[in-house]
């Protein structure tokens, strides 16, 4: 039986990752601030895990050998987690994101040299704890949690750098909902004058793929998405095909706020490493359909 240790995770994919988890028989413990329980069959340690003695506390003597972080955002966060855990883990998984590469100018599927977690700067005196200023600078505060971790050999870490989640009846994020809407009413959808594809991963699928890296023992980051980048077209084009009385009408605007999963830049990931490590990735296209029919419900 392994001892896995999950932070957050009570909701989307986590939930669905500590399912697997649980299903196959090892014993998950899940440290959460206590404002909603987790999932039935697992052990609840309630921490704050930006107060370091509080999370040391409730961890006691514990010790796992692979803790999955579903909720580091900062590299403040991950320097807490790396001196609390160093010694209690033999693995650490850190839920990373495909934003970490906003600043990579590519039209081509970017793979995970392009940000070497060792060679990013890490400012811990930035305002992290601010909500604005965290939500405004997500892909870097994700990227110096990453280098955070990597700056410590003897600490085995994993970035799981994810693609956009589709799919699900829980998707808490309202993005497809807002083709929706506007697809129902014929409403104009805001792109970027150019707008660039991304990569994309079902919540299923991101499910398997961390509850497959809980099993192995690579380490560093690696990206995960599906095959086959996704244009907005395509996505408004299953969205209509699931609503067959709306239609989508895509409008380029300048400067503004544009529609989720519209990009001026592309955000394709390569997903050679992990497919190489033995990870079968589905294609998007294939799956997409359903993903929509989820979310929107049978109804739409």
């Not at 999370?55 to 790396?82: H, M, N, W």
């Not at 590519?106 to 604005?132: I, K």
């Not at 829980?170 to 594809?197: C, K, M, Q, W």
Request: with cysteine; proline share 5%; aromatic share 10%.
């Amino acid at each position: 039986m392994r001892e896995i240790c999950v932070i957050g995770g009570n909701r989307y994919f986590g939930k669905r990752l500590i399912a697997r988890l649980t299903a196959a028989g090892d014993r998950v413990t899940v440290i959460n601030r206590g404002s909603s329980a987790p999932p039935a069959g697992t052990i609840h340690l309630i921490a704050d895990r930006n107060d370091e003695n509080s999370l040391d506390k409730a961890l006691g003597s514990r010790t796992f050998d692979v803790v999955v972080d579903q909720v580091c955002y900062t590299p403040r966060q991950a320097e807490i987690a790396r001196r609390v855990f160093a010694g209690r883990t033999r693995r650490y998984v850190m839920t990373s994101t495909v934003e970490v590469y906003e600043y990579e100018d590519t039209a081509d599927p970017v793979g995970e040299d392009a940000v070497d977690p060792r060679t990013v700067a890490v400012d811990l005196g930035l305002p992290w704890d601010d909500a604005e200023f965290l939500d405004a600078h997500y892909g870097e505060g994700k990227r110096q949690a990453e280098a955070v971790f990597a700056a410590d050999p003897g600490f085995p870490y994993v970035a799981v750098r994810v693609a956009h989640v589709l799919g699900g009846d829980d998707d808490f994020t309202g993005r497809l909902e807002h083709y929706a809407d506007r697809i129902r009413s014929g409403a104009t959808i805001a792109v970027p004058p150019v707008n660039h594809s991304a990569t994309y991963i079902h919540v299923e699928e991101i499910a398997d793929f961390l509850f497959w890296t809980v099993g192995e023992d690579f380490t560093g980051p690696v990206n995960a998405a599906s095959h086959g980048p996704l244009t907005t077209r395509e996505l408004c084009e299953a969205i209509t095909a699931h609503l067959p009385y709306g239609k989508a009408v895509l409008g380029a605007v300048e400067a503004g706020e544009v529609s989720p999963f519209s990009f001026s830049r592309s955000y394709a990931m390569d997903n050679s490493r992990a497919a190489a490590l033995g990870f079968p990735f589905g294609d998007a296209r294939a799956w997409l359909p359903r993903a929509v029919a989820e979310t929107l419900g049978k109804g739409g």
